[in-house]
C-alpha cells in the first residue's frame, strides 16, 4: 500500500458508493487512511469487503478517538485487514458531540459486537442498528462517557507535605 | 512456650505407653506423676493454643484479580515458594470456607461491591492482606475507574507493597499475618482504626 | 435487570432477525425431542465474578438446559482501569508500565507494541541488537505465558500436577527476566528506541541452560497430558468452531490456528527483525480444544528455537537508539558533555515530543493480534492509545465455542480460549 494505491481506493470508492462519501485520504507513516463521512460507513465498509477488486474482508479493529479541540470531535476508526495481499487500511469517519449516531457494521462483520459497545460506553457514540447497544466496561448506571478528553481524570489528589493540611481527610 | 527436652529412663516404646495409660487411669503416684506430668503435658492459654493453630492453617480465599493473582498463584503452586510451608496451601474458593482474603490486583469501581459481599460471607475471624501496590492505595492508576485503596471499603490488616511483590514478599506478609494472629485476632486493624471493642455488623 | 435476557447476537448471517424470535422458541428449534416436556426448563445462572475456572474475573451468565448450554454471555468490565485515559496524562516513557499492565501474561508484547507504535511516529530506526535482544525477550516471554496456560488450563480440566509443574519451569524463565530488567514481571525492559540496558554476562549461559531444560520439559508435560486417556476425551471433540465464524469474530492467534488458517503476524507481516530467525508456525487440523492445546504446545517448542537462533547470531552494536532526542544518554556521559547533560534534563523532566499524526501497530501476542493505536498531538503526552487487544476480541467466539455442550465441556472451552482479563477490560 502506498499513497498512490490509497487513491486509486478511494477512486473506486467514489465511484461504487457516492461520490460525497470519501472526505479525504492520508497516507502518513506507511499507514493509509480513508476518510468517510459518518452516514455511509457502512457502505463504504461492505464494498470494501465484497465488491472491491482488492477486498479487504477482515475488520481487526474498531476505536474511537477525541480530536478535541480539532471539531468534528469523535472519530471512529475502523481497521481493516486483508489476509491475503498482507495489508491494512483504516477507515476514519469523524462526528460531533452533538449527535454522535453511526451506523453499525455488525451484521457485516460480527467482530465489531463488543467493540463498538465499547466505543458506546467510552465516547458516547451510538451505533444504530447494533442489537445491544450498552455499557460494557463501566457498571451499567455510570453516567458520562470516560474516554472524552473533558472528562476528569478522576482519582484522589497526592498528598504530598505542601497540600497535606488543605486536603480533607476521611476521619474529618 | 519453652519446649525442654530430657531423656526419659525407659524411653523404650512399650514403657512410655504403660505410663501414659496409668497416668489416664490415675494410677501413677506421687513423684512418678510430677515427672510424668513434667514430662509430657504442656501449659498455655487457650487463646494462645487457638492462635497457634489458627495462624498455622490459614485458608486463603481463592481470589485473583489481576497481575498480583499470578504471583499469587506463583506462591501457591510454584515449588520454589510454597505456601504450604506455613499451612496455607489450602485454597478454598467459597468464602465460607476461607478466612483469609488476599485481595491481588486493582479493584474497579464495578469490582468492589462484590469484593465487600465476599468479605461480609466470611465468617469470623478473618483478615484482609492487601497484596500490590494497586490494591494498597490504587498503585498507579490514580483515575476514575479504580477504587483508591481497598481499605476505603474494608479492614485491611496487612500491606504488601510491590507491583507485583515477589513471592518472597507475599510470604513475608503472610508470615508478619501470623505473628499479628499470634498475638490477638480481635486486635489488628481494630486498633489501627481506634475500633476497640467493636463488633461487625454486616 | 431485564435487559439481561436478551439473547446474543451469536450466529452469523442472522443478526437482524435474531431478536424478532422470542428466547423460547428459538431453543424449540434444536432437536431435542428425547427429552420429554420437563426438560426444556432453561436456567440462567452466573458463573460469577469469583469463581476458580475463570480466569480472572470474568463474569458468565448462562443459560442451561440441564447439564447442556444453550446460551453464554460474557459481562465484562470487573478490572476495567481505565489505563488508556491515564496514559493520556503521562510522557510516552511513561506510558510503557502503564501499557504493560493491561495483558498481564505477556507484558513485553504491549510494551512493544506501543513502542513500535511510537518509534513509527518519531520515524526512529531501531538498531539491529535492540530488535534482536526484543525477539529474545519475546519469545522467553511467550514461553513462560503459554507455560502459565497450561498449569491453569490443567487445573481447571483437573490435571493439577501441571499447575505445579508450569509454575516451576515458569519461575526459570522469570529468573532470566530478572537477570536482564530487574523483575520478574512489567520489567519496562522496551523502551522507545530500544531497550532499557544490553544483558548482563552469564544471562546468555543461563538461557541455553533454560532451553535445553524446557526441551526434555516439553516431552514431559506431553508424556503427562497428551497420553491421558482423560484428557484427550474431554478435549477432543470440545469447542469446534468453524474457521469462517472465527475470521468473521475477529479471531487471531493459536485460535485461528487450530481450526488450519495459518495466519501468524510473525511471518505474513514480519516486524522487529523476524524475517532473520528460521521456524515454524504450529497449525492444526480440526479446531477443537485439542487442537488448541497442541498448537500453543508446539509453539512453546518453535519459541524455544528463536530463543536459540537469537542467542546465536546475537549482532553487536548498541542496544537503544542514537537518537539523544528520545533515548536518554549513558551516564558517563552525563560528566563530561553538556548536550548530554541537557538532553537528560529535557527527556526526563519533559519528555520527547512526537511530531502529530496517527498509526496502528499490530504483533502477534501469544493470544492474538495485539495492536496499539496511538494518536500524537506534537506534545510530550499521547492524545489517544488504545490497544486492540486479542483476548476482548476472542471472548466474543465463547458463545459459538460453547453452544451444546456440557457444563464441563464449557470450563474446558474457557480454560482453552485463555482469556487474560486484564486485556479484555484495560
Redesign the interface.
Known sequence: MDATGLELIAQRVRESVGDEVVTGTLFYRGRATLDVAPQSVRDVVAYLRDDDEEPWERLMSVHGVDYLPAEPRLGIHYELLSMERADRLNVRTRVGVEDPRVPTVVDLHPTADFQEREVFDMFGVVFEGHPDMRRILMPEDYEGYPQRRDFPMGGEPVIYTYNEPKLPRWYD | MEVRRTKIEGSDLRVRQLKAQQLLRGELEAEDLELEVEQRLLFTKLETAQNWARKNALFPL??????C???M??VV????NDLSRFGAEVIR?SPRQADLLILS??V????AP?IRR?YEQMLEPKWVIAMGACSSS?G???????V?GAD?FLPVDIYVPG??P?PEALIYGIMKLQDQIMGDPAMGWRERYRAEGTEEVA | MTDERKPTTGRVGTMTEALEVPYRERERSVTMEALGEEHEELLTINIGPHHPATHGVLRLLTTLEGEIVRDVKPIIGYVHTGIEKSCEDQQYWKVIPFVERMDYLSYYFNALAFCMAVESLLDEEVPPRAQWLRVLHLELNRIASHLFWIATAALDIGAITMLWWGCRDRDLALDLFEMSGGQRFHTRYFQVGGVVEDIPPGFEEMTRKFVATMYTRIEQYLSLLDRNEIWLQRTKGTGNVPAESLLELGVTGPLLRATGHPWDLRKAMPYSGYENFDFSVPVGTVGDNYDRFRVRIEEMRQSLRIVEQALDGLPEGAYITDNRKVALPPRHELATSMEALIHHFKLVTEGFRVPPGESYIAIESPRGELGCYVLADGSAKPARVHMRDPSFVNLQALPEMARDHLLADFITCVAMLDPILGGVDR
Do not use: D, W
Open positions: 481463592g481470589f485473583g484479580l489481576a497481575c493473582a499470578i504471583e498463584i506463583t503452586g510454584s515449588p520454589r474458593f490486583g486493582r474497579s469501581i464495578k469490582m462484590i465476599l490504587a498507579m492508576f490514580n483515575n476514575y475507574a479504580v483508591q476505603k507491583c507485583p515477589r
